[in-house]
């Protein structure tokens, strides 16, 4: 299915950072979208009407176009991105963005501490699902001042998808 003139809806919560990775994706990509706010706190995840969206009850979910409907972060931007220079063609730097995209984003700083991007020379997917929550930071007390590689990484990362910057 090609993506480029599909119209979908996000269904998300935006304190959701792996809600935020779809948004983000779709944005950098220019794909139409709708984003309709399902908030987690207040349950409608687990309305009857969420639930039969996905039965899963959890955040985000997107229906296409055709009606098809699919869950999970990695799994929708991996999807969206297709064909893209969100994902590398290089076989080698692909794997290595899977490998971000799967690893836990606990500890960045070592990680992007001599480089700009976590794979290759430019923006891709991994800089996209490790940016949703490093932007929350702040609400786990967690101050990137301390980390000054990660500080510029992340404002590196909002530039290249034209976002406003996190406090």
């Known amino acids: 299915m090609s993506l480029d003139n599909a119209a979908m809806t996000v269904y998300g919560d935006s304190i959701s950072g792996n809600c935020l990775k779809v948004k983000f994706v779709a944005a950098r990509l220019g794909l139409p979208f709708d984003w309709v706010e399902v908030s987690v706190l207040a ?3 687990r309305t009857p009407e969420f639930l039969a969206i996905n039965p899963a009850g959890q955040v985000p979910v997107v229906r296409f176009a055709d009606n098809n409907v699919l869950a999970q972060s990695k ?7 297709v064909g893209s220079d969100l994902i590398p063609g290089d076989a ?3 794997a290595q963005m899977y490998q971000w995209l799967f690893w836990e984003q606990y500890s960045h700083e070592t990680a992007i501490a001599q480089r ?3 794979v290759g020379e430019k923006l891709s997917l991994a800089d996209i ?3 949703a929550y490093t932007r929350f930071a702040h609400q786990a007390s ?5 980390y000054p590689h990660v500080k510029n990484w992340l404002r590196r ?3 290249d998808l034209n976002i406003e910057h996190a406090q």
């Open 142 to 146: 967690i101050d990137l001042a301390q």
């Open 75 to 81: 799994a929708i931007i991996l999807h969206l991105a």
């Open 129 to 131: 699902a490790l940016v």
């Open 157 to 159: 990362i909002e530039t």
């Open 116 to 118: 700009c991007y976590f």
């Open 43 to 45: 349950k409608q995840t």
């Open 92 to 94: 080698f730097e692909r």
